[in-house]
T-cell receptor
Framework: GNSVTQMEGPVTLSEEAFLTINCTYT??????LFWYVQYPGEGLQLLLK?????DKGSNKGFEATYRKETTSFHLEKGSVQVSDSAVYFC????????????FGKGTTLSVSS | GAVVSQHPSRVICKSGTSVKIECRSL??????MFWYRQFPKKSLMLMAT?????????EQGVEKDKFLINHASLTLSTLTVTSAHPEDSSFYIC??????????????FGPGTRLTVL
């Protein structure tokens, strides 16, 4: 079956620190991979995505590379800001018509100044 | 980007009453809509998938008679929690996908509805 596992939080960092949030997946076939972010009191927003192996998604300084050999899609940012504090969700789409995104459990990031 | 709205944003009701939550795609036609439930500190649990004009497909363990889903048009889906009980208290999030794409298709999320059943 399809599933997503991401590192347990919370992750607490100081401003300008390096961020990594690990995400691994299991899937039949060739899924697309996503990172979504949920800021306090708001809905989920797409942060970045990658649709095939070796693709790198990037947005707002965040990056993630689709690694088929390790079935991973780790999220990284070189220098976090207080405004990055949010819950981050890794997700996959099985690339089958009519199917929904499958989410990891979410990782809470807290950045202090 | 595409916008999905939900109404109401929060609702408090008495046990035994029914509550309807609306989900609208504001600037695109949503052929498929999804309803999720988010528990505190946990991920989103997919409840059901609905395609416009057809019956919703419920995930295992989700009571279809309790959580009624209607996707009457390409821009509107409703979730009705019937005879709500305190254990139904949760954050309900809808999501919409437009077009006919099956690969890499982006889902757009509503802001969620906080349901509290007293």
């Amino acid at each position: 079956g399809n599933s997503v596992t991401q590192m347990e939080g919370p992750v607490t960092l100081s401003e300008e620190a390096f961020l990594t949030i690990n995400c691994t997946y299991t899937a039949t076939g060739y899924p697309s991979l996503f990172w979504y972010v949920q800021y306090p009191g708001e809905g989920l927003q797409l942060l970045l995505k990658a649709t095939k192996a070796d693709d790198k998604g990037s947005n707002k300084g965040f990056e993630a590379t689709y690694r088929k050999e390790t079935t991973s899609f780790h999220l990284e940012k070189g220098s976090v800001q207080v405004s990055d504090s949010a819950v981050y969700f890794c997700a996959l789409h099985p690339n089958q018509a009519g199917t929904a995104l499958i989410f990891g459990k979410g990782t809470t990031l807290s950045v202090s100044s | 980007g595409a916008v999905v709205s939900q109404h109401p944003s929060r609702v408090i009701c008495k046990s035994g009453t029914s509550v309807k939550i609306e989900c609208r795609s504001l600037d695109f036609q949503a052929t498929t809509m999804f309803w999720y439930r988010q528990f505190p500190k946990k991920s989103l649990m997919l409840m059901a998938t609905s395609n416009e004009g057809s019956k919703a497909t419920y995930e295992q363990g989700v009571e279809k008679d309790k959580f009624l889903i209607n996707h009457a048009s390409l821009t509107l889906s409703t979730l009705t929690v019937t005879s709500a009980h305190p254990e139904d208290s949760s954050f309900y999030i809808c999501s919409a996908r437009g077009g006919g794409t099956s690969g890499g298709g982006e889902q757009f999320f509503g802001p969620g509805t906080r349901l509290t059943v007293l």
